[in-house]
């Protein structure tokens, strides 16, 4: 399947480059929700948050921190959003991981997630559900 931040990154499709390093390229979105928007994205294809190794996310997550200062100043924004979507029901659309950088303003219209309320007892266990899977894959997290 065609992948075209992949297509970005070998230079065979066009994008405003904003910063490049050996590790991952910072362009344009050309549907920004608002201008300077930013996209992240490392040149070795993962298709989610989930598949990046660790070592290549830390590189990542640098280059986001710097590439937002950097985008927040220049176009004088009230602050940022950093996100990455994965999966559909996330919003996800190009199947590369990258990070989005969003400049916000006070005027903007905010994120409005419909909050919802834990019922009685199911706080715990939605925790316990998660713990669970935590436990079980500890050995992984740890690099064993």
């Keep these: 399947m065609e992948c075209i931040f992949c297509n970005i990154v070998e230079k065979k499709s066009e994008a405003e480059i904003l910063f490049?390093?050996?590790?991952?390229?910072?362009?344009?979105?050309?549907?920004?929700?608002?201008?300077?928007?930013?996209?992240?994205v490392p040149k070795k294809h993962y298709d989610n948050f989930l598949t990046v190794p660790r070592n290549d996310l830390a590189d990542i997550v640098k280059a986001t921190q710097f590439i937002a200062g950097a985008v927040k100043r220049s176009v004088k924004a009230d602050g940022f959003n950093v996100i990455t979507n994965n999966g559909d029901s996330a919003g996800q659309t190009v199947y590369h991981f990258h990070f989005h950088i969003i400049p916000r303003f006070n005027e903007d219209f905010t994120f409005k997630p419909r909050i919802k309320n834990y019922g009685t007892g199911a706080l715990r266990e939605y925790a316990d559900k998660i713990r669970s899977i935590i436990s079980k894959y500890k050995d992984v997290y740890n690099g064993k």
């Design 20 to 40: 490049e390093d050996d590790k991952i390229v910072a362009f344009l979105d050309i549907q920004p929700i608002n201008y300077g928007h930013t996209l992240v």
